[in-house]
């Protein structure tokens, strides 16, 4: 489909997001099936949450060199094969038998994970005009809080009741389905630019866009550090400081699962008018609901509404921040652009949880919050700074 056309393209839209759904779900699945796990296997529980920090892992080490070795393939092609690789690491975690097989088939799914997201998540920027990018990635990241919202815990719930590995091999009948719905309904994409006549390549290390991408990447890492080291520990901090009930814990994370879905709204109706207001009011509105989580702690009228409203802005932050990129890398480097992104994304979650523990240990998690506000407005000063740099630049050529 060609991205000059003026119609939105709903189908593929909800296509992508769809697939992305069930990606995520994928990624975070084991989460909720811990004790299973790890009471099958033999193994202790971190061991078996240590398979999450594999798969990001692996998404960080491979998204960009398998983007830059497929980027000559059809983009449709690649994300049908792509899934079909994701049924293959399903049915392997379904049915494997020890420890280090399911590390294996965990190994395969962050593989395809980090080139699904290098394909999928510039998808929509060939399928649309950049006037709707906004809103288009704002409908596709929706698949990725509907897996948070209803997919990790109905995989949960399957896996409750008819033992964990049900939960994996019903995800692969699932995405054995959306193959077929992609194969027939995904509208193709030209996504590589024609030269114009008499026109020299130039290496992808000298794209004029590279810039603004570094600082996309590094505002992606800075929010999702300071998002990961608190939210990873999100369940401590309720049961001790707020004193929520253990049993109540479930209901407030749906909740602020929940209040995400307002933040893709506006995500959609304000990053392509506003793109840089959009990204920096975001990111401050996470730090400020944070700051104010960690001074009334103790309060929990006070505590839930600001969660809302941290939820309100990190579901805004991601869609924006993609939006972003799509706006500013060039077509030839938005797979590669996306790629990065899903690599700065997931260093950003091994990050976060892994300085959100050491602090959890060596002062206690009632200092998380300040330490996520803090880091948030870091990343707001280090875009702001970078984009009025950038602009400086670019002006001066």
Not at 363 to 391: E, I
Request: proline share 6%.
């Amino acid at each position: 489909m060609d991205a000059k056309n003026t119609t939105f393209p709903w189908v593929g839209i909800f296509t992508l997001a769809a697939l992305i759904f069930t990606s995520v779900t994928i990624e975070f699945l084991p989460t909720g099936l811990l004790p299973e796990i790890a009471t099958e296997l033999g193994v202790s529980q971190s061991q078996v949450g240590i398979l999450v920090s594999v798969f990001a892992g692996t998404v960080v080490l491979s998204a960009a060199p398998l983007a830059t070795l497929t980027r000559r393939f059809p983009r449709k092609t690649l994300v049908i094969v792509v899934l079909l690789v994701f049924v293959v690491s399903s049915v392997l975690t379904g049915l494997a038998p020890n420890y280090p097989l399911l590390v294996a088939a965990r190994v395969l799914g962050g593989l395809a994970h980090g080139l699904f997201w290098a394909v999928v998540g510039a998808y929509s920027a060939h399928l649309v005009p950049k006037k709707f990018l906004g809103r288009a990635v704002a409908i596709t990241a929706g698949g990725g809080t509907a897996a948070f919202v209803l997919g990790v815990p109905l995989g949960t719930a399957i896996g409750h009741a008819f033992g964990w590995r049900s939960s994996f091999l019903v995800m692969a009948c699932v995405i054995l389905v959306l193959v077929v719905v992609a194969a027939r309904i995904l509208p193709p994409v030209q996504h590589l630019e024609p030269l114009v006549t008499g026109e020299i390549p130039l290496p992808l290390r000298k794209d004029k866009t590279i810039p603004g991408i570094i600082l996309i990447c590094l505002t992606v890492v800075l929010l999702m550090t300071a998002h990961n080291l608190f939210y990873t520990y999100i369940a401590p901090f309720l049961l001790g400081p707020v004193g929520v009930p253990s049993a109540s814990v479930a209901l407030v994370l749906f909740l602020y699962g929940s209040a995400a879905v307002i933040g893709l709204v506006f995500a959609g109706a304000l990053s392509d008018r506003f793109p840089r207001a959009a990204l920096a009011g975001s990111l401050l509105v996470i730090a400020l609901s944070v700051l104010v989580i960690g001074l009334f702690a103790g309060t929990p009228w006070i505590v839930f509404p600001a969660l809302v409203i941290w939820s309100i802005g990190f579901g805004m932050a991601p869609p924006v921040l993609q939006a972003r990129m799509l706006h500013t890398a060039s077509r030839r480097m938005r797979d590669i652009a996306s790629a990065y992104l899903t690599t700065s994304f997931n260093i950003g979650i091994g990050v976060g949880a892994l300085i959100g523990a050491v602090i959890l240990d060596a002062v206690g998690v009632g200092v998380l919050p300040y330490v996520t506000a803090g880091v948030t407005l870091l990343a707001v000063v280090v875009f702001l700074a970078g984009d009025v740099r950038l602009r400086r630049r670019a002006a001066a050529k």
